[in-house]
């Protein structure tokens, strides 16, 4: 009977131990639970209940960047404001709850980002892979989540820029070695302004290979410079009030020491003088690479200038060009003898791929003799590739 006795409490033992190591993996938990009241609040927008999920001390990575929850929040505000429609959905049958070997907590979870941005035809579908950390009280208390930032804000550029009108640009040259620290002091700016829901300075940043920054802003007339002037003038006095004149002061300093010169103007987009080809309408906030073609002419060359881009334009729709293009010229400040012509793609291969298919399409009598015309017309014609910087741009919300 003893040894019967003791042959059971082996055999329960080995059955605990094994439900034990079964639990160790498991796609049903208070954990898992816990993930969709995540998502439910993030989608109903209830955001103080949202940060209460999250540990006070809690780590949160996103693509890199960490932050607290109440950093988090104002980010994630900030990602949804010029959206019409959101939702993020994760996928049920994915959620997994794992407790590795040093029995550490942990939720794994895929999905799928949602959007509507007013100005695009179709919706944004964007993937998106989290893992959660939880302690002992069920709070999150480690957060690591990835998902495409940049067609984000792209598509929020795109919307903007897609409008014939003005475009004011701050145009800063970094000296070498300087641009991690000016875009880091940029992002911590920025950030400050979303923290006091500061709404007057709104703004894309871009920047080229050559280490030259655009800060741009699209504004309805020129009288909106000297609104800036105005808000700026009352925003001043709040960011010193929040982080202290001393630490304004030591940002400025950074800003100046990285500037080795910089500029303000303004330019128009010209939509006539523009092309975007029907098969990527509604998909330009995907482009995140550009090539910033600059052109000078003499002034009294301005006529023939224009019948030449306009000549571009038309065998570029006739051919059905895949590169797209912005023309801008300048309105204030500048040289007005002086044009931008902005080419976009998606991403460096993709501009090499769209450019040697416009090659082969341009390959006739009629763009053999457009080229022709180029050296005869213009003083400058360079070229100079870059990239949107949505870690320091500050979107301005589309209505």
């Known amino acids: 009977m003893k040894t019967l006795l003791i042959s059971l409490s082996l055999i329960f033992a080995c059955g605990l131990g094994l439900a034990q190591e079964k639990a160790r993996y498991t796609q049903s938990a208070p954990e898992i639970e816990t993930i969709k009241q995540l998502e439910a609040a993030y989608n109903s927008g209830l955001w103080d209940k949202y940060a209460t999920i999250y540990a006070a001390d809690a780590s949160i990575d996103h693509n890199g960047f960490v932050a607290d929850s109440k950093d988090l929040v104002a980010g994630l505000q900030r990602t949804i404001q010029s959206t019409s429609f959101y939702q993020l959905q994760y996928l049920q049958e994915e959620l997994e709850r794992i407790i590795n070997d040093r029995g550490e907590t942990w939720v794994n979870a895929w999905g799928m980002w949602q959007a509507v941005i007013p100005g695009r035809r179709d919706t944004l579908h964007i993937p998106v892979h989290s893992t959660f950390e939880f302690d002992e009280e069920g709070k999150i208390s480690r957060e690591f989540s990835y998902y495409d930032i940049t067609k984000i804000t792209n598509a929020l550029a795109a919307a903007q820029y897609g409008r014939d009108g003005l475009i004011y640009i701050r145009e800063v040259h970094i000296r070498e070695n300087k641009v991690d620290i000016y875009k880091q002091i940029m992002n911590q700016f920025r950030d400050l302004l979303d923290e006091l829901n500061i709404p007057s300075m709104y703004w894309i940043s871009a920047m080229r290979d050559d280490r030259i920054i655009y800060h741009n802003i699209p504004i309805n007339s020129l009288a909106d410079i000297d609104q800036f002037n105005v808000e700026n003038s009352r925003t001043m006095p709040m960011l010193t009030e929040a982080i202290g004149k001393e630490k304004l002061g030591n940002w400025q300093t950074q800003i100046d020491a990285a500037t080795e010169k910089s500029q303000d103007y303004v330019v128009r987009r ?130």
């Open 270 to 399: 010209v939509a006539d003088l523009s092309y975007w080809p029907e098969s990527e309408k509604g998909k330009s906030g995907e482009n995140t690479y550009f090539n910033m073609y600059e052109l000078e002419f003499d002034q009294h060359k301005y006529e023939d200038h224009l019948a030449f881009i306009r000549d571009v334009v038309a065998l570029a729709r006739e051919v059905n060009s895949p590169l797209p293009f912005n023309y801008f010229e300048y309105v204030l400040g500048g040289t007005p003898s002086k044009v931008f012509i902005v080419e976009y793609a998606k991403d460096k291969a993709d501009y090499e791929r769209r450019h040697a298919e416009e090659n082969k399409l341009f390959d006739n009598e009629e763009g053999r003799a457009l080229h022709q015309r180029i050296e005869s017309l213009y003083t400058t014609f360079k070229a100079v590739p870059g990239s949107l910087l949505p870690t320091i741009s500050r979107p301005k919300p589309i209505n």
